[in-house]
């Protein structure tokens, strides 16, 4: 193929990269991949998720909730890119803005600085949700990967196809619904008997045994992931991070500098399941939690018994304590996801028909 730059290509399905050259065109990219599969992807329906810093591999995806994905290692593409599709200019990224961009974002942290040294109490807190909106996906899929390796270092992950199989079935139909996000999503299942659940950067969601084994449901365990998965979406496990870190990693992602963001940022993933969501935070998940909910025609009772059983075991259950210490539940949020769900009483279709979910929730054995 002519004029043609190499990459990779994954089909959203599996993880198995293929080989495949990818020629430029006014609308389009033609994509041909070794075994002479050709596929054409038209520019307006393809995102940039990575490879706005110099030197960082270029990711192309098209397609949701998982969709395919495009790596490109040549540095020029994008230059070529620009060159051969102008009207598509604003959808990517642009090498040569990147001078530019410099001076910008040096001028943006030097402002930091000055307004962090005046309104310390408040600068860094609204300075990092600020930033966690423009942190690039391919950063929080790594600082995500480090934390998620963090959380289970010393404990066993649970592997059991079927089952993990279920629980995937259940984020698929949760997300079917929504709009187009640049998250892949993926569930970790850890063989710890506490009952808890993290969301970390980048669209990983890592559940405890106990929590799954807790969940009397398919509908309970949705209410936690649809929970889980708008602190993603919300960003506010990204925003955690970069609060805790506090200016050191504000200013170094500001400036650029990936590598330095990276170091802060994996040394916060260490303690990503001791930190607490605000009840703001909290509150904003519960709320656009309870939306996905019934958007995907799944009966948000479920979600508000799993929340009321936390709240009724937290006298006597040491493990409820450590799921309400990540995730504070004041008795009034319950009160109010009943509210809000009290208008859908109907047309809500069961979880996994036809699965025992007792079966199913023993995802790590025994």
């Known amino acids: 193929m002519p004029g043609a730059f190499t990459g990779y290509y994954l089909d959203g399905r599996s993880a198995a990269r293929r080989e495949a050259s990818v020629r430029l065109a006014a609308s389009g990219l033609e994509i041909a991949l070794g075994d002479g599969t050709r ?43 620009h060159a051969t599709a102008p009207g598509f200019g604003r959808r990517f990224h642009n090498p040569g803005w990147r001078r530019s961009r410099v001076l910008l974002t040096v001028g943006a942290a030097l402002a930091s600085v000055a307004i962090g040294a005046v309104l310390y109490v408040w600068g860094i807190p609204a300075a990092a949700g600020m ?69 970390v950067p980048g669209g990983q969601v890592v ?16 209410g936690v992931l649809a929970h889980e998965l708008q602190h993603v ?53 519960d709320a656009e939690g309870l939306k996905m909910l019934l958007a995907a025609d799944v009966d948000p009772q479920g979600m ?18 450590r799921y309400l210490t990540s995730h504070p539940l004041a008795a009034e949020r319950v009160e109010t996801l009943k509210q809000l769900a009290a208008s859908h009483t109907t047309g809500f279709r069961p979880l996994l028909p036809g699965r025992d979910w007792t079966d199913l929730r023993r995802v790590c054995g025994g």
């Not at 329906?45 to 990711?59: I, N």
């Not at 289970?152 to 259940?170: F, H, M, N």
């Open 39 to 81: 596929l054409w992807w038209p520019l307006r329906e393809v995102r940039q998720t990575q490879g706005f810093y110099a030197g960082e591999q270029t990711r192309l995806e098209r397609g949701a909730p998982f969709p395919e994905i495009l790596l490109i290692d040549d540095s020029a593409f994008l230059g070529a890119l």
């Open 207 to 222: 559940l405890l045994r106990g929590l799954v084994e807790r969940a009397r449901t398919p509908e309970e365990l949705a």
């Open 131 to 199: 930033l966690a909106a423009r942190v690039p996906v391919s950063w929080e899929e790594r600082l995500g990967q480090a934390a998620v390796e963090q959380i289970t270092a010393s404990k066993r992950r649970c592997v059991d196809p079927e089952r993990e199989a279920a629980i995937g079935a259940i984020v698929k139909r949760l997300l079917e619904p929504q709009p187009r996000t640049p998250y892949t999503f993926r569930v970790t299942v850890v063989d710890d008997m506490t009952v808890n659940a993290f969301a």
């Open 304 to 321: 508000i018994a799993f929340f009321e059983s936390m709240r009724a075991a937290e006298r006597g259950a040491p493990s409820a304590t």
């Open 233 to 285: 979406l919300q960003r506010h496990a990204t925003r955690l991070l970069l609060q805790h870190a506090s200016t050191g990693l504000l200013l170094v992602a500001i400036s650029g500098d990936i590598t330095g963001a990276m170091a802060y940022g994996i040394e916060s993933a260490r303690v990503l399941g001791t930190l607490r969501y605000s009840r703001h935070l909290e509150t904003e998940a």
